[in-house]
Nanobody
Framework: QVQLAESGGGLVQAGGSLRLSCAAS????????MAWFRQAPGNEREFVAA??????LKYYADFAKGRFTISRDSAKMYLQMSSLKPEDAAVYYC????????????????WGQGTQVTVSS
């Protein structure tokens, strides 16, 4: 069992930066691929980024490449977001418990409650 809790969301102006954190607990955390997803009102939840257990491999959605950086340490996963745009506004979720395709919502067993990111233009 893995418990996830996001933090770090908030209101930021376009062009600004935010750092999201996901605190994870549970005996499988250290060996788990973890990911960030986001969901804007009226939209489906979409993949943002993922990272393997020791950070060797990182995966990014096209919109995140060059602006977002995923990382992790022994207890938390992070998403550093820069050059934020109004279209980045969403609830951001962390996920763990990958079963197959890293990019799919349905591949993950565990989810946090989400943290709201609002970007003003």
């Amino acid at each position: 069992q893995v418990q996830l809790a996001e933090s770090g969301g908030g209101l930021v102006q376009a062009g600004g930066s935010l750092r999201l954190s996901c605190a994870a607990s549970g005996r499988t955390f250290s060996s788990a691929v973890m990911a960030w997803f986001r969901q804007a009102p009226g939209n489906e939840r979409e993949f943002v980024a993922a990272i393997t257990s020791i950070g060797t491999l990182k995966y990014y959605a096209d919109f995140a490449k060059g602006r977002f950086t995923i990382s992790r340490d022994s207890a938390k996963m992070y998403l550093q977001m820069s050059s934020l745009k109004p279209e980045d506004a969403a609830v951001y979720y962390c996920a763990a418990g990958l079963r197959d395709n890293v990019y799919r919502v349905s591949s993950y067993d565990y989810w946090g409650q989400g943290t709201q990111v609002t970007v003003s233009s």
